[in-house]
């Protein structure tokens, strides 16, 4: 009895130690799939502590055996020899087993943790695929949008050149407008300054020509009086000639120092000439030039004003036919109002008289689907009850049923204690 109790202690610390291995193996398993989100150093640890808890429950379970197996030797001091060598053997084998389900066990995590570090490489494969794909997609997003962008500054400078174009073209025209107006005042006042221009300078040109008269004068005085000091000059140097021979020399110089002054004189007055008679000439052809442009200038006003009556003359003729256009589809307009607001008001009636068809069909309707609601619900009811019914008598029977099979199980039970 004691051996049978040995073995059957050990075959329960087998089974437990089966079972604490398998809980074990789940619960790596377990971890390791809780893990699997978090870094690949918190995997390696789990792994070395799902290694240490092994080894312990083999320890454990190795210690277990030899007490009980020194337990059944000394109970069984009386026994026979053969029956303490069959024990043994029995708890050698068992010993073996446990042995090779641990190994087994481990062979099988092992593979399992291979397995998942595989499919790790995989998922993380897999997510750089996407996180490319990803990154791809937004850059074609970017370049789309920035093409995208670009195209509406493109519409909206294109809009804002084509106003500002209109809006000088507005302007530039008001400008032309108020510089012919401008420009006609203007002329009407130059011509009036022309003639007084014209006479004041009729009579600058005889103040002028008296002026050259006097200053012709004026040089033939000039000159005489250059000649009666040369004379003196000379009346001078002889007599000093007489005095100082030595100062001839100096003398000489002198004198034609005077010549050459003389000279330059005489050539500046003929300049002065020229140039007055050059100014006389220029004066006349710009008299000439300016009398020109006047009768031009009288001939294109008559132009102008013959134009701008014709103009007159055509946007009258203009307006008239635009006034008389627009009362046309003013009369127009009114009749096609009239002819509308009549179709209308025959619309509104016939959809007046739809709705209310529409309204008493779905209250027909409705009535008969709440009469066929009540129906169903009548008919549910009475299923559910009988199906309650059924549920209660299989219960019962069930009962029944392990009431006995537990009295069977305890008559067997007492059977066994005894033998």
Not at 370 to 376: M, Y
Not at 386 to 412: A, D, E, R
Request: a positive charge; zero cysteines; proline letters at 0%.
């Amino acid at each position: 009895s004691s051996s049978s109790s040995s073995s059957s202690s050990s075959s329960s610390s087998s089974s437990s130690s089966s079972s604490s291995s398998s809980s074990s193996s789940s619960s790596s398993s377990s971890s390791s799939s809780s893990s699997s989100s978090n870094n690949n150093n918190n995997n390696n640890n789990n792994n070395n502590n799902n290694i240490i808890i092994i080894i312990i429950i083999i320890i454990i379970i190795i210690i277990i055996i030899i007490s009980s197996s020194s337990s059944s030797s000394s109970s069984s001091s009386s026994s026979s020899s053969s029956i303490i060598i069959i024990i043994k053997k029995k708890n050698i084998i068992i010993i073996i087993i446990i042995i090779i389900i641990i190994i087994i066990i481990i062979i099988i995590e092992r593979v399992k943790k291979k397995k998942k570090k595989k499919k790790k490489k995989k998922k993380k494969k897999k997510k750089k695929k996407k996180k490319k794909k990803k990154k791809k997609k937004k850059k074609k997003k970017k370049k789309k949008k920035k093409k995208k962008k670009k195209k509406k500054k493109k519409k909206k400078k294109k809009k804002k050149k084509k106003k500002k174009k209109k809006k000088k073209k507005k302007k530039k025209k008001k400008k032309k407008k108020k510089k012919k107006k401008k420009k006609k005042k203007e002329e009407e006042e130059e011509e009036e300054e022309e003639e007084e221009e014209e006479e004041e300078e009729e009579e600058e040109e005889e103040e002028e020509e008296e002026e050259e008269e006097e200053e012709e004068e004026e040089e033939e005085e000039e000159e005489e009086e250059e000649e009666e000091e040369e004379e003196e000059e000379e009346e001078e140097e002889e007599e000093e000639e007489k005095k100082k021979k030595k100062k001839k020399k100096k003398k000489k110089k002198k004198k034609k120092k005077k010549k050459k002054k003389k000279k330059k004189k005489k050539k500046k007055k003929k300049k002065k000439k020229k140039k007055k008679k050059k100014k006389k000439k220029k004066k006349k052809k710009k008299k000439k030039k300016k009398k020109k442009k006047k009768k031009k200038k009288k001939k294109k006003k008559k132009k102008k004003k013959k134009k701008k009556k014709k103009k007159k003359k055509k946007k009258k003729k203009k307006k008239k036919k635009k006034k008389k256009k627009k009362k046309k589809k003013k009369k127009k307009k009114k009749k096609k109002k009239k002819k509308k607001k009549k179709k209308k008001k025959k619309k509104k009636k016939k959809k007046k008289k739809k709705k209310k068809k529409k309204k008493k069909k779905k209250k027909k309707k409705k009535k008969k689907k709440k009469k066929k609601k009540k129906k169903k619900k009548k008919k549910k009811k009475k299923k559910k009850k009988k199906k309650k019914k059924k549920k209660k008598k299989k219960k019962k029977k069930k009962k029944k049923k392990k009431k006995k099979k537990k009295k069977k199980k305890k008559k067997k039970k007492k059977k066994k204690k005894k033998i």
